[in-house]
């Protein structure tokens, strides 16, 4: 025998529910008979199950047709429920295929009931059902029909009676029987064998010439349900025998057999050897009986390691008891009568029951009375139906306090499915509920001031308007932004920054109608919704109460006083907007345009307003997507030596080729840029863009020159360190750092001079020049000359302009131009446009020139025309 270690394990995950048939063949207990047989027959089907009320209560098989004369009409008359079997063999449908296998074979059962936990019909399993399991091929595989054809079929001649027939098939056993038929005329041609590997033979036996002089057929117990439904046939075997048969040869695998029997859907095969003699007949039952054998072996091996497994079980006992005993969560076993068995020390720690107290307890005791009927009744439902529930409950502790837990159940069955016990493992989840709650809070509610925020403002928003659409109603909302409010955080910080927030909020709620709604909607924005008829008057003088709030100081802890000014948008329903989108989408503008002039102010909503509004919004989304489009170009002011005229470097300019507007310069997009956030963006581009056009002339022989690019005070604010970025775009494109100079405003050092001095040291560290552009037009101290890491310092366009404007103009560039040199620097001068300009900048010593008079902005083409000469591939 093949070993049993050798063949994969079964599917005892399997369950024997999921293989009963769709629709199982029924009748009640009064149908007669000759009726049943003939529904089982027209059904081809091999039992029919008697039930009331839903439940089996008796079957009657194929094989119990070998019991009835077709001689005797009085039996086909009388009611099914005096031949049927019963009581019916039943299983559940949660035991596994392996239990109803076993159960098939030591109870010589052809079909197994199975039940429902309510005893109601589920379906009927049949031996042909075991043997389609997937998991049967494994133990049919490595052997061979021979080692199981059953050799003591039933034999007989074609002209013997049926009922005779019956009769050897009953006495012997067997579901099916050889009938052996004197050849009388030609045989058909024999059709190719099921197995594809020779052409199954139809004749029985052959005399010494090779002649065909018998055959053979086959008699099941299907063909006698067939012969007792129509009775009108000579009664003889061979007239009912099924042929002609199909035949396979001793050697062929069980396996192959199994398949031949699937695919022809048949459930018996002749079996013959080498030479043609008929050896016996292989059916699905003899296969169920090698796979249970199988089984039986494995069991056997099983057992005899019985002592290793009976310790490595018991430890495993001990260490699941010291999990349950150890774990967190409450434990409660409930045996299968609704009785508690035992609990875990958890259990007592969460419902204040004693292990004592509960023990033969129902699980009731714990309700608390906030679950109806329904309630249970679906859980239950649960239960029977899948074998687990799992989800949030109320139950009472024994000091009769109400707490929510986390319930999970689990039917535990045998295998045969029976239900032995219940498992519940449960949490007290009333700090979950707790957070859930202070989460829901704060999702509607600013932490800060304990105001409404954005999320609930516009919900209420939207409530409101729903309610007064169809009447007359208007509804006015206020959008307020406080006035450079970041400076105060900047210079104060952001706990006085706090306490300002929260004492005008409460200043503003106070000046409020009892109706009205205020809401925190960003860091310095509030909102207010006022939901009544108001006309434009009584707005007015609402708005300037809540300006006046503005009017009185704030007085911090040290006793300070802080002014600030707000700037305020109104906009009403339904004139102004019928949505909340649009509601605060034009109380923003109108927002925003009382910023614009002049702020500390308040202004209403008109169409106007939209108007450019709209065209800086379309300009917004134009920008978005130019990167992507290609729409951006850069392009090169060259820059020159003063002294010799040669050229020396350029500046990286960004431009913008919009499709609809033209060519754009920088101020027209870049202070947009830096709104909308691209500003990073975009001036990661401009870098990498110019060092790898730097590379390029330079690979061309245009050596010796410096590449400035421009960089933003949002890019030095950003929370990427700018001089990560300038060594990034240095290593990816392979120029040195001493050929990149990066060009920096006045401006950047009104933030915070000392960090900016670090980010400045940073990229000098990599070898960077670094430029003062646009100096003396910004900060007024020129202390922080003394400590700034800068090389090179740019002249302004304007003061270019007054040379030669008289004594002041010229002599403020001289000044500059010797600050420079002796700070040790270098000094460039841009917007140099005459000839005046250019010898006044020589004869004082300015190292560099910029402007117009020698070269405008150029793309990079236009640079390798102007300057071809100095490229090593010119052909001059």
Same mark, same amino acid.
């Given at each position: 025998m093949t070993s049993y270690a050798k063949i994969p394990a079964p599917l005892l995950s399997v369950r024997v529910g999921t293989l009963t048939h769709g629709q199982v063949l029924t009748c009640n207990p009064d149908l007669p008979l000759g009726d049943a047989i003939a529904l089982m027959h027209r059904q081809r089907r091999s039992s029919i199950v008697v039930t009331v009320e839903n439940k089996p209560v008796g079957v009657w098989t194929e094989h119990d047709c070998l019991t009835i004369s077709a001689e005797d009409p009085t039996a086909f008359l009388r009611p099914i429920s005096d031949w049927m079997s019963s009581p019916v063999r039943t299983m559940s449908a949660?035991?596994?295929?392996e239990a109803a296998t076993f159960r098939m074979r030591r109870d010589k059962l052809r079909h197994l009931i199975i039940i429902d936990d309510q005893e109601c019909l589920v379906g009927i399993v049949s031996q042909s059902d075991l043997i389609r399991v997937p998991s049967a091929i494994h133990p049919l595989r490595e052997r061979d029909v021979a080692s199981i054809v059953r050799r003591n079929t039933v034999s007989v001649p074609g002209d013997t009676p049926v009922g005779l027939l019956q009769a050897a098939m009953k006495e012997g056993e067997c579901d099916s029987a050889i009938v052996f038929q004197p050849v009388t005329g030609n045989l058909p041609e024999n059709s190719e064998s099921p197995t594809g590997r020779a052409p199954a033979t139809?004749?029985?036996?052959? %005399?010494?010439? +090779?002649? !065909?002089?018998?055959?053979?057929?086959? !008699?099941?117990?299907r063909d006698i349900v067939g012969y007792l439904v129509h009775r009108s046939a000579s009664g003889s075997a061979w007239e009912i025998a099924s042929r002609p048969v199909r035949r396979v040869n001793d050697h062929t695998s069980l396996q192959d057999a199994r398949q031949i029997m699937i695919d022809h859907q048949i459930r018996h095969l002749v079996v013959t050897n080498n030479?043609?003699? !008929?050896? +016996? =007949?292989?059916?699905?039952?003899?296969?169920?009986? &090698? =796979?249970?054998?199988?089984?039986?072996?494995?069991?056997?091996?099983?057992?005899? %390691?019985?002592?290793?497994?009976l310790a490595r079980a018991q430890k495993s006992l001990h260490l699941s008891r010291k999990i349950i005993e150890s774990s967190p969560d409450g434990i409660i076993i409930v045996d299968d009568q609704g009785k508690i068995e035992d609990v875990n020390p958890s259990f007592t720690r969460v419902t204040g029951y004693s292990r004592a107290e509960a023990i033969g307890q129902s699980p009731n005791l714990l309700q608390s009375g906030r679950h109806d009927h329904p309630f249970y009744?679906?859980? $239950?439902?649960? =239960?029977?139906?899948a074998g687990r529930w799992q989800g949030e409950i109320w139950n009472r502790r024994k000091s009769g306090e109400i707490y929510p837990e986390w319930l999970s159940i689990i039917a535990i069955r045998d295998e045969e499915g029976k239900v032995l016990q219940y498992a519940g493992i449960f949490s007290d989840i009333t700090d979950r509920k707790q957070t859930s709650e202070d989460i829901r809070r704060l999702s509607h509610f600013d932490e800060l001031t304990g105001f409404p925020n954005r999320r609930r403002f516009i919900d209420v928003l939207g409530r409101t308007l729903n309610e007064c659409r169809g009447n007359k109603d208007s509804v006015a909302v206020l959008l307020l932004d406080i006035d450079n409010f970041q400076r105060i955080n900047n210079t104060l910080g952001h706990a006085i920054g706090d306490d300002v927030l929260v004492d005008f909020a409460g200043r503003l709620n106070r000046a409020l109608p009892a109706d009205a709604m205020l809401a925190r909607m960003g860091a310095d924005d509030f909102a207010i919704l006022l939901p009544q008829k108001n006309d434009r008057d009584t707005l007015e003088? #609402?708005?300037?109460? /809540? #300006?006046?709030?503005?009017?009185?100081?704030?007085? &911090?802890?040290?006793?300070?006083?802080?002014?600030?000014?707000?700037?305020m948008g109104i906009t009403l329903y339904p004139r102004d907007g019928n949505d909340t989108t649009m509601l605060l989408r034009n109380a923003e503008i109108a927002m925003l345009r009382a910023k614009n002039h002049g702020r500390n102010r308040f202004n209403h909503y008109n169409r106007s307003m939209n108007t450019a509004s709209s065209a800086t919004l379309a300009l917004e989304t134009d920008l978005r997507h130019a990167l992507e489009r290609h729409e951006l170009y850069l392009a090169y002011q060259p820059q020159f030596i003063a002294n010799s005229g040669m050229l020396s470097g350029f500046e990286a300019l960004i431009r913008w080729r919009h499709p609809k507007h033209g060519e754009l310069a920088p101020d027209k997009f870049i202070p947009l840029a830096e709104e909308i956030g691209m500003i990073d963006e975009i001036g990661l581009w401009v870098l990498r863009t110019?060092?790898?056009?730097? !590379?390029? $002339?330079?690979?061309?022989?245009?050596?010796?020159?410096?590449?400035?690019?421009?960089? &933003?005070?949002?890019?030095?604010?950003?929370? *990427?360190?700018? +001089? %990560?970025?300038?060594?990034?775009?240095?290593?990816?494109?392979?120029?040195?750092?001493?050929?990149?100079?990066?060009?920096?405003?006045?401006? /950047?050092?009104?933030?915070? *001079?000392?960090?900016?001095?670090?980010k400045l040291q940073r990229i000098s560290d990599l070898g960077v020049k670094v430029a003062l552009d646009d100096f003396g037009t910004g900060f007024s101290s020129l202390s922080y000359l003394r400590h700034v890491p800068f090389d090179v310092l740019k002249i302004d366009r304007s003061f270019v302009n007054d040379i030669g404007k008289g004594i002041g103009g010229s002599e403020l560039v001289r000044t500059i131009i010797n600050m420079a040199h002796n700070l040790g620097k270098t000094c460039i001068a841009e917007g140099v446009e005459t000839l005046q300009q250019e010898q006044f900048l020589r004869e004082n010593?300015? %190292?560099? /020139?910029?402007?117009?008079l020698r070269g405008r902005?150029?793309?990079?083409?236009e640079i390798e025309k102007t300057f071809a000469h100095l490229f090593a591939d010119y052909p001059g």
């Open positions: 949660h035991a596994s295929v139809l004749a029985g036996f052959q %005399d010494e010439a +090779g002649s !065909v002089t018998t055959t053979i057929g086959i !008699v099941t117990e030479t043609q003699d !008929v050896l +016996g =007949i292989l059916s699905f039952n003899d296969l169920l009986a &090698s =796979i249970e054998q199988d089984y039986l072996q494995h069991m056997h091996d099983a057992m005899e %390691d019985r002592d290793t497994a009744e679906d859980m $239950w439902q649960s =239960i029977t139906r003088t #609402m708005a300037q109460d /809540l #300006m006046e709030v503005f009017n009185h100081p704030h007085f &911090s802890a040290s006793g300070g006083e802080l002014f600030i000014t707000a700037s110019a060092c790898s056009q730097t !590379v390029k $002339w330079r690979q061309r022989g245009l050596h010796n020159i410096t590449m400035a690019v421009n960089a &933003s005070l949002q890019q030095f604010n950003s929370p *990427i360190e700018f +001089g %990560d970025l300038v060594s990034s775009a240095l290593n990816e494109t392979g120029l040195a750092g001493d050929r990149l100079e990066i060009e920096i405003t006045e401006s /950047l050092f009104m933030q915070d *001079i000392e960090d900016t001095c670090r010593h300015c %190292d560099f /020139l910029q402007g117009f902005p150029v793309r990079a083409e």
